[in-house]
Each structure stands twice: as structure tokens, then as C-alpha cells.
């Protein structure tokens, strides 16, 4: 299926090498049936002309801000509102800098910056400028604001250099923009409900039993599912992080908090339990502080398998149930051995003996393990990069 027929998208091209790209950009998106207007800046027009570009989009070339001719009829909004999204190919330093600090001194900036719709940007530029500290935090703002990021890619540059900054291949950022608009079929349709962080087992009033999560990687996974539509519930345990406006969360302290809350937040079409639970509470709470003792002796209980209780609950189970395991050895035979203990669908694994990631670490390695014994790997990277990739593949099983 062809997710880009008679979609309208407003190409802004900016200078640079790269731009060349942009014309083959241009055949393949019209070939997919897409309707094209262009902005070229006025860099862009160094590297490819205005003719070219009207030929193969058959569409007028959009340059000049102050156009008397365009801005009679207001093209800087008018633009932006005709679009279904807005891609910048090539976005250079300049045009991410301008975006990121809310400059509009041409026609592409002012049309950008008085968008309504999403915009996608493909960097192009030499490595050193894409590795640059100020270009790494104008990138930062830019996916703050909600722009979609494709690429660059590594290889060798047109200045002689090799590394990251090249602009991502044009078939690449089509496969992006189709993977948007199919995306777009499920938003405000399903519903996802995220466990994260630790839980607290009181054995008396200041005492408990915890497991050590910080929640990163549940409220990473409930952001990336929130972006891409999914109406979203993060069940939480104790955090010091905060979460986006547009998702329900739901703080809890206890397993049984977070097994009643779950309760109540279903069904939904999918759930992952990314929380440490603590497997074992004290069979009693002290109602008053405990004295110090030479010995004590603490019986427990264990709490209620949350992830076990929904997998195998026939008229609550969601489409899909994804559990993760935090383990120190033998991951994959753990890993393996819960999937098929819990009945859920997918394990996210992950080896915490390793201090760089899990844990309180910004980044993760992961392992997706499923029923039919296939593994997926997803290596060293952000946790909000392993959210994402874990969602995509979340989207490709329900659709």
C-alpha cells in the first residue's frame, strides 16, 4: 500500500552540496503520487536552478519573502497550511540554527517557524560541523519541538572528509515519510498503558524494600508511544522525572498500587511492564518505627506477578503484552524461560551488570525476545532512540 498517494508535501530546499538530492527527491515523490510545492533559499539556488526544480515538481519555485506577488496572498502561512507535513532536504547548520533559536529572516524560516503541520529535516553538512557542541544542542531544541529527524548518514563527504553528516539517501527519507503517514492511521485509536520505575515494600513507617530503577527507560517508551498517537497511561513508581502533558500518569508506591492501577487502566491494545517490581513484600508492617536489634527476623510475601496476571487473564489481555528483564547472567536463557512462564508476547532484556547502561544510565542495549525464538538486537544507544525503535516495531506487529 502506498501511504504517500495524494499526500502534499512542502519541500524547503536549502544550500549545500546535498541539494542535488533534493531533484531525485523530487521524481521519487512524485512518482509515489505526491503533490510538491518548493522553497528554494537563496543558497540553495547556488546548487540547483529554480527551472529544474519547477520542471520535475511541475509546480511553481517559491524564493523571496517579500514577493509583492507572493505575499499578497500570505505564502508564508498559506504554505504551511496547504502541506500534510513540511520536509527541509537539505537542512543545513544554518537552517537548524535558525529553527532552534526562532529566526525568520527568509521564506523558509518564517514558513517553518509559522507551521502548524510536522516538520521533517535531513541534515547535511562536513562532519565537524555536525559534531560542533552548538549544532548538537540546536538539534537537541529542534526534536523538543516536536521536528522528526532523518539521518545524516556516515560516508565520504564532498569535501574529501569521512564521517557523519551526510544526507540521508533519498529512498531513506521516503521509507521516513511513508512509516509517518502509516502511523498516522492508528493515532487516537489505540490505547498503551506503561509500568516504569521502582516499588516501595514498607516494613515499617521509614523502612522499605525497593529494587533499584530510576523509570528512564518506561517513561522514554511512554513518550515515544504518545508521539506516534497512542493514547497513553505511565503507571509510576517512585521518580524524580517528569512526563509530557498529554500523558495519563498515574504515580503509585506499592505492587499492589500499581496491580490496582493497571486494573483499572484496562484494556488497552497494549501494555509493557518496564517497572521493577519488587517480587516480595513483609507479610506484616510495623505500624511504628522499629528499634534497632541485634537480630530480626522479617518474613515475607510474595506480591502479585502483575505481568503474569494480565498475560494470562483471557477477557483483559491487550493485543500485545511486552515484559522486560533486568538480568546479571544468562540473559538469553532467562529471558526465554520468562516469555514462555508469563505467556506474554515479547521480553525486552537487558544485561545490568554493566554500569553504562540500565539503571540510572541515559543509554541501553537491548535484546526483543519473541514467541517463535527470533531475537532482535538493538545495540548501544539513548534510551529515547531504544524507545523509538522499540514502538516501530510495536506499530509493524498491530498493523
Known amino acids: 500500500m502506498n501511504n504517500l498517494d495524494n499526500k502534499k508535501i ?11 538530492k533534493s531533484l531525485e527527491l523530487i521524481r521519487l ?66 537552517t537548524i540554527s535558525k529553527l532552534a533559536n526562532g529566526i525568520s529572516d527568509d521564506l523558509a524560516s518564517t514558513v517553518a517557524l509559522a507551521s502548524n503541520k510536522k516538520i521533517f529535516i535531513a541534515p547535511a553538512m562536513n562532519i ?38 551526510k544526507m540521508s539517501e533519498p529512498k531513506e527519507i521516503i521509507n521516513k515519510l511513508k512509516i509517518y503517514f502509516k ?67 498515574i504515580r503509585v508506591e506499592t505492587a499492589e498500587e500499581m496491580f490496582q492501577s493497571t486494573l483499572k487502566s484496562l484494556p488497552a491494545d497494549v501494555a509493557i511492564f518496564s517497572a521493577a517490581v519488587c517480587d516480595y513484600k513483609a507479610k506484616e508492617t510495623s505500624k511504628i518505627k522499629i528499634k534497632k536489634q541485634d537480630e530480626i527476623n522479617l518474613e515475607l510475601e510474595k506480591n502479585v506477578d502483575i505481568l503474569d496476571y494480565v498475560s494470562n487473564h483471557n477477557s483483559l ?4 503484552v511486552v515484559g522486560f528483564a533486568a538480568e546479571t547472567n544468562d540473559l538469553e536463557n532467562y529471558a526465554n524461560k520468562k516469555l514462555s512462564e508469563k505467556n506474554c508476547d515479547w521480553i525486552v532484556a537487558n544485561d545490568v551488570s554493566n554500569e553504562s547502561i540500565g539503571f540510572d544510565s541515559d543509554f541501553n542495549e537491548v535484546s526483543i525476545f519473541y514467541k517463535d525464538k527470533k531475537v532482535d538486537r538493538l545495540k548501544y544507544k539513548s534510551k529515547s532512540q531504544i524507545s523509538d525503535e522499540l514502538v516501530e516495531k510495536i506499530i509493524d506487529h498491530l498493523n
Open 29 to 94: 515523490l512524485k512518482k509515489d503520487g505526491v503533490s510538491i510545492k518548493t522553497i528554494l533559499t537563496k543558497s540553495g539556488a547556488e546548487f540547483v536552478t529554480p527551472l529544474s526544480i519547477a520542471s520535475l515538481s511541475q509546480s511553481k519555485v517559491y524564493q523571496d519573502l517579500f514577493s509583492i506577488e507572493n505575499e499578497a496572498e500570505m505564502d508564508h502561512i498559506s504554505l504551511s497550511r496547504w502541506a500534510d507535513l513540511i520536509l527541509i532536504a537539505p537542512a543545513t547548520a544554518n
Open 317 to 320: 489481555r491487550p493485543k500485545l
Open 128 to 165: 565537524r560541523m555536525w559534531e560542533h557542541k552548538s549544532t548538537k544542542q540546536n538539534i537537541a531544541k529542534l526534536k523538543d519541538y516536536n521536528y522528526e529527524l532523518i539521518g545524516p548518514e556516515i560516508g565520504d563527504m564532498a569535501c574529501g572528509e569521512y564521517g557523519e553528516g
Open 183 to 249: 502511523n498516522l492511521k492508528i493515532k487516537n485509536k489505540l490505547k498503551a498503558i506503561v509500568t516504569a520505575g521502582p516499588t516501595k515494600e514498607y516494613i515499617d513507617p521509614v523502612r522499605y524494600i525497593s529494587n533499584k530503577s530510576s523509570g528512564k527507560q518506561g517513561y522514554e517508551i511512554a513518550k515515544s508511544l504518545s508521539k506516534k498517537g497512542f493514547e497513553t497511561t505511565l503507571i509510576s513508581g517512585p521518580t524524580n522525572l517528569e512526563i509530557n502533558n498529554g500523558i495519563n500518569l
Open 10 to 20: 512542502l519541500l524547503i530546499i536549502c544550500g549545500g552540496i546535498a541539494a542535488y
